[in-house]
């Protein structure tokens, strides 16, 4: 996995770390029993646990989000990169211009003074040119960033919806009071852990 992906799985993740944490609340009269009669029985308490990594690797809908926003991103750098060896390359040709120019005015190989007030006023033309181009460079890559930011922002959104809509779908007969994310428990509890049981859910849900 290269450092785009790293970077898009991990602002992903930031973005949803809190998405299941007291997610459902017992609601009087249309729960199992309290948990404190449950832990008397020696039974387990109606809490869930999901792994939010797990599901950003293995949702098809985050995968092919996040390589989606990925490929999109790789585009956007090449063609900025494109743009600045371009500019790199005329900036360089320019600063010849001007020793060119320099040397020409130390050895007064222009013919009459005019003609090198002519070349002086091309070159700072060029100059403030070169300078638009740099701005508008440093524009892009301003708005690049943004739009990047942009589109991370809509597909937490967009995935943080998705997996809500399906654990209320599958609490809906209330099993569990309480949906949490193992990212905020000190101790892992495998018993609770229904990781697999979200992922497959989800894509079968979005399969169709």
Request: charged content about 25%; hydrophobic content about 40%.
């Amino acid at each position: 996995m290269n450092k785009i992906s790293i970077i898009v799985e991990s602002v992903l993740a930031a973005g949803i770390v809190a998405l299941f944490i007291l997610f459902f609340t017992v609601t009087p009269g249309s729960k199992k029993a309290a948990s404190a009669d449950v832990e008397a029985q020696g039974e387990m308490l109606p809490i869930a646990v999901v792994n939010t990594d797990s599901i950003l690797k293995h949702y098809t809908l985050a995968v092919e989000s996040s390589d989606k926003l990925q490929a999109q991103y790789e585009e956007s750098m090449v063609k900025l990169d494109t743009k600045a060896k371009a500019f790199q390359k005329e900036y360089e040709t320019f600063q010849q211009d001007v020793i060119n120019f320099q040397k020409k005015v130390e050895a007064g190989a222009f013919l009459s003074r005019e003609r090198a007030e002519s070349e002086q006023s091309r070159l700072q033309k060029k100059e403030q040119q070169l300078m638009a181009k740099q701005q508008d460079l440093e524009n892009l890559r301003q708005k690049l960033s943004a739009d990047f930011m942009t589109q991370q922002a809509e597909l937490t959104q967009q995935l943080q919806d998705s997996v809500q809509a399906y654990l209320r779908e599958m609490n809906d007969d209330g099993r569990y009071h309480l949906i949490l994310n193992d990212a905020v428990l000190m101790n892992k509890t495998a018993g609770y852990d229904i990781t697999d049981e979200v992922i497959e859910g989800l894509n079968a849900r979005y399969a169709k």
